[in-house]
């Protein structure tokens, strides 16, 4: 049962193996998420910016 | 010649757009449930086993198959999938990929109007001094289209026309114009409400503000790892399934967005960036919300209980009177902030759905963006109506249930087939690296071509033959019991019980128990049964309808409980298949004639 391991009250209400597979868990996905999306933010386009998808990069005379 | 000249503003926007293509309504209610259900901590293991051996390279697969037919003119998987097979059947098929985005939107939006209404309702105080009785009855009568929860009447109606319009107005404004602005104001308000909700959840104190329990008590009954469940295929199958779910996979709708991409530009890091984002929604946000909160004030059994209904009750029945407990502001904000949120993510997923029948109107009949959007929402309106007007006879259920859940496997199987065999890796891999900013492993290859479309295999056939109480070891030559929610038992109606016709003059008892309580209000009568588990099950039927039983009364299953005129649910479940089937034709049929047009015009 899931309720074995539960304390009602006290300093810490989360047993020592949930608390390390939570903090693993979201240290990893968080890290991946703001590693892949700042590498997004931050390559220059390698093409020419008015040949790429992306209209606001266009150039205008 | 192409007229569709739809592109993304920024690369950023793409990237929003897509992430809140993916994040949507099940990140907040389906995921925290579903882990519970699923062993806890334990959950994430193969959770993130299909994540990467399902998830990322199906990804790459449908990122890379939109890149690839937009360079033919092609923003939507028939005529995609047509040019890579060479076989005349693929683009039916590919119907798969327009059919689901519109059935979903059917009962998506519905949701979605829900939410819109809740954020009405915090905001104006509807729940203030509600007790929690109070508050499920409130969801209860507002699904009932002829009780009025307010002044309005035919509320639950108008909200979802309200969110219909709403969203394909939005569409007409086209992606760059439309799509893409939702999504960058939705996505990081989305993240600052969640963020706001999670902190609040988690330091949540027993004694103070009637919590029973410290936030940190939810947290630590979602992630205790039971590992005994890592050896139960049911834990597998539903962690599968929540990867479908999450990332938006089998729909078409990534495919569509990925399909204004340019040849030359990356998707590699796009689909992982995308894809992070979701799961960062899901594991980090999703599950330090509503448990919880949950837990704090109700305990971890009357959790459990709830949670055996889903996400849906829990969030919509149960939080607005858990807020109510933090006083009168800050509970109107944590409303307006969880509903709101529940509606960002909402809206940015029924956007990406209406996105590829607006491309195919577009791309196959050169309608203008404008009329492509209204003919979606249109479509959308004839098929949602049944979901709002019948929820309660299943409608809704089916719809979810065909359209939601079979429909993205089938899809996603045969799609993965598709690109590595049939289409062949060697060119499918050269899609997914041409223009990459990232280095793909090269593991990839061999998952992609081997690991992802035995998954999806397992994952079909394991759901059509799914066997009853999820006991695999039943499975034997001479054949075992199914489950009500396999494909086999669907079809048969194995769910249904004794009221199988769709008109009757009787109604039969779903259940045996004693007879609990007999009772009538205004418009119905009532019969509750208590079954010999303790639960009460109970049954209601129009005043007109003559009441065959007593209190005490012991009734087995089939026996008449009611007498009078009766339509069963099975005549709505009926219905709804044969709605969600014409739609699939008419479909394949509008494919048919765009076809015998291109061939004509030499454009294939």
Known sequence: MLTANVKKKGACNMNTTALLFMIITELVITGLTFYFFFKVLFMKPKVNVNEDSYFDNNETN | ?604
């Open chain 2, 1 to 604: 010649m192409n007229t569709n000249k739809e592109a993304w503003g920024s690369r950023v926007g793409l990237i929003l757009a897509m992430a809140g293509n993916a994040v949507g309504l099940g990140n907040f209610l389906r995921f925290p449930v579903q882990a519970v259900q699923n062993g806890g901590g334990a959950f994430i293991i193969p959770y993130l086993v299909c994540f990467l051996l399902m998830g990322i390279p199906l990804l790459f697969i449908e990122w890379s198959i939109g890149r690839y037919g937009g360079q033919f003119g092609h923003h939507t998987t028939p005529f995609t999938f047509n040019r890579m097979g060479r076989g005349s059947l693929w683009k039916y098929i590919g119907v798969f990929g327009i059919f689901s985005n519109i059935a979903i939107a059917a009962y998506y939006c519905y949701i979605e109007s829900w939410t819109m209404s809740y954020v009405y309702h915090s905001a104006s105080g509807t729940f203030k001094g509600l007790d929690q009785i109070g508050v499920a009855s409130f969801f209860d009568n507002y699904l009932d289209i002829f009780t009025s929860t307010t002044c309005i009447p035919y509320e639950t109606v108008i909200f979802f026309v309200f969110c219909l319009v709403l969203n394909t107005w939005i569409l007409s404004k086209g992606l760059s114009g439309g799509v893409e602005k939702v999504a960058k104001i939705g996505m990081p308000l989305l993240i600052i409400f969640g963020i706001f909700l999670a902190v609040k959840a988690i330091f949540l104190k027993a004694g103070t503000d009637g919590a029973i329990n410290d936030g940190t008590v939810g947290l630590n009954f979602l992630w205790t790892p039971q590992y005994t469940s890592l050896t139960n295929p049911k834990v597998w199958l539903a962690a599968a399934g929540q990867i479908f779910f999450t990332l938006s996979l089998g729909q078409g709708s990534v495919q569509c967005y990925a399909s204004y991409v340019n040849k030359k530009d990356d998707i590699a890091l796009n689909a992982m960036s995308a894809g992070w984002m979701n799961e960062f929604v899901e594991v980090v946000l999703g599950s330090a919300i509503i448990i919880p909160i949950s837990i704090g004030y109700l305990g971890i059994d009357k959790v459990i209980e709830l949670t055996s209904s889903g996400g849906l009750g829990l969030g919509f029945r149960t939080l607005p009177y858990l807020f109510q407990q933090w006083g009168d502001i800050l509970s109107v904000m944590a409303g307006v902030a969880f509903f709101g949120l529940l509606f960002l993510a909402g809206i940015t997923s029924s956007l990406a759905m209406g996105t590829p029948t607006m491309s195919f109107f577009m791309d196959e009949f050169k309608w203008k963006r404008s009329k492509a959007a209204w003919g979606f929402g249109v479509m959308v309106l004839i098929l949602g109506l049944p979901t709002v007007l019948f929820f309660q006879k299943g409608v809704f259920d089916e719809y979810d249930y065909w359209a939601g859940t079979v429909s993205l496997v089938v899809f996603a199987m045969l799609e993965s087939v598709l690109f590595a065999w049939v289409f062949g890796l060697k060119k499918g891999w050269s899609e997914i690296t041409a223009g990459a900013d990232i280095k793909v492993p090269i593991v990839f290859r061999y998952i992609i071509k081997y690991i992802t479309p035995v998954i999806l295999i397992l994952v079909f056939f394991s759901s059509l033959i799914r066997p009853a109480k999820d006991d695999w070891s039943k499975i034997s030559l001479k054949g075992w019991e199914l489950h009500h929610e396999s494909i086999i038992a669907q079809l048969r109606h194995d769910h249904i019980g004794p009221n199988k016709s769709y008109f009757a003059d009787n109604f039969y008892a779903e259940t045996s128990g004693i007879v609990d309580s007999v009772y009538s209000d205004e418009s119905y009568n009532y019969i509750s049964i208590k079954k010999e588990d303790g639960k009460t099950k109970t049954f209601s039927t129009s005043k007109d309808n003559i009441v065959l039983v007593q209190e005490n009364d012991i009734v087995n299953t089939g026996d008449a409980i009611f007498s009078g005129r009766f339509i069963n649910n099975v005549f709505y479940i009926d219905m709804s298949r044969l709605l969600l089937l014409s739609l699939f034709l008419l479909i394949s049929l509008m494919v048919f004639i765009a076809y015998r047009k291109r061939k004509k015009e030499g454009s294939l």
